[in-house]
Nanobody, 124 residues
Framework: QAQLVESGGGLVQAGGSLRLSCAASGRTFSTEAMGWFRQVPGKEREFVATISWSGAGTRYSDSVKGRFTISRDNAKNTMYLQMNSLKPEDTAVYYC?????????????????WGQGTQVTVSS
């Protein structure tokens, strides 16, 4: 199993950028697909982006497509989410996730490993 630790959240103005990082440790050998999800109070956890082991396969939610870029550096056991052109509606707690398997699901229930979450706040 993998342990995931997120960093990079903060407060930015609309139109600004943030880069989130998710460092994986522990038993990561079979942790292939990873992803980012976000959640606001009172709402269900929402899919943001997911990425395959090689980085060749990615998926994005329509709301972030063209603005966010997911990537990973397996040599560093780290996944990233580059967030550009941020909007107030991007405000949420962002979670990184991993799963033992190669398929890049968009369903949060398909991911077994989760980070602690990092707050992203986008002001007008």
């Amino acid at each position: 199993q993998a342990q995931l630790v997120e960093s990079g959240g903060g407060l930015v103005q609309a139109g600004g950028s943030l880069r989130l990082s998710c460092a994986a440790s522990g038993r990561t050998f079979s942790t292939e697909a990873m992803g980012w999800f976000r959640q606001v109070p009172g709402k269900e956890r929402e899919f943001v982006a997911t990425i395959s082991w090689s980085g060749a396969g990615t998926r994005y939610s329509d709301s972030v497509k063209g603005r966010f870029t997911i990537s990973r550096d397996n040599a560093k056991n780290t996944m990233y989410l580059q967030m550009n052109s941020l909007k107030p509606e991007d405000t949420a707690v962002y979670y990184c996730a991993g799963r033992d398997g190669s398929y890049i699901y968009t369903d949060s229930k398909s991911y077994a490993y989760w980070g602690q979450g990092t707050q992203v706040t986008v002001s007008s």
